[in-house]
C-alpha cells in the first residue's frame, strides 16, 4: 500500500458534480467532503496488499509526529493536534513510468479488491479520528487543499 500524505490547514474534495457533504461518516448519510487542519492521505492499493498493509500503514500515519509543537519543532501527532483527514482511493501512485511515455498501472490492485481495502483503511481511521473525510472509490474528483508548511511525504509500506 502507497500514501502521500500532506498537512493541510484546509482540504476538500468534490466528487462528480457533487457539492460538498454535510454529513460525517460512511454508513450513515452522506460522507464528509472536508476537513480543517489535518492530513490529506492519498491511497494506493498494491496488488498484494492485504488488511494488513492497511493496519500497518495506518498505525504509521497516526503516531507520525508532524506537526509543530510551540517552538515550530515536528514534534505533534495528528491526535496531539486534533486534526481530521481526508482520504482519497489513487491508483495512480502505481504508475509505473519505466518504460516508454504511457505510465502502466499493472502494479495496482483489482478495483474490487482495492475497493475493499480503502474502505477498511477509512474504518480504521474513523476509530481513531473525530472528522473523517472522503472522496469516492474510482470516480472522477477534484481535491483542493491548502498544504501546511508545506509537509508532503510518501509512504510505502514495502518499505516501512
Same mark, same amino acid.
Given at each position: ?50 488488511? +494488513?498493509? @492497511?493496519?500497518? $500503514?495506518? %498505525?504509521?500515519?497516526?503516531? !507520525?509526529?508532524?506537526?509543530?509543537? /510551540? =517552538? ?39 478495483? +474490487?479488491? @482495492?475497493?475493499? $481495502?480503502? %474502505?477498511?483503511?477509512?474504518? !480504521?481511521?474513523?476509530?481513531?479520528? /473525530? =472528522? ?29
Amino acid at each position: 500500500m502507497r500514501a502521500l500524505l500532506q498537512c493541510a490547514t484546509y482540504a476538500s474534495v468534490k466528487v462528480n458534480d457533487d457539492t460538498e457533504g454535510t454529513f460525517e461518516g460512511l454508513i450513515d448519510g452522506a460522507p464528509a467532503r472536508s476537513i480543517d487542519r489535518g492530513l490529506v492521505i492519498f491511497l494506493g492499493v498494491g496488488t498484494s496488499d492485504g488488511k +494488513a498493509e @492497511a493496519e500497518k $500503514l495506518w %498505525r504509521k500515519i497516526s503516531k !507520525l509526529r508532524i506537526f509543530p509543537d /510551540e =517552538n515550530g519543532k515536528t514534534n505533534r501527532s495528528l491526535s496531539d493536534v486534533g486534526g481530521g483527514v481526508l482520504i482519497v482511493s489513487q491508483f495512480t501512485l502505481y504508475a509505473d513510468c519505466r518504460h516508454g511515455n504511457r505510465p502502466s498501472f499493472t502494479a495496482a490492485g483489482d478495483p +474490487a479488491r @482495492a475497493r475493499d $481495502l480503502y %474502505r477498511s483503511f477509512v474504518a !480504521l481511521a474513523q476509530r481513531e479520528v /473525530e =472528522n473523517v473525510a472522503v472522496g469516492e472509490f474510482g470516480a472522477d474528483m477534484s481535491v483542493s487543499l491548502t498544504n501546511e508548511g508545506p509537509f508532503t511525504i510518501w509512504l510505502d509500506t514495502d518499505a516501512l
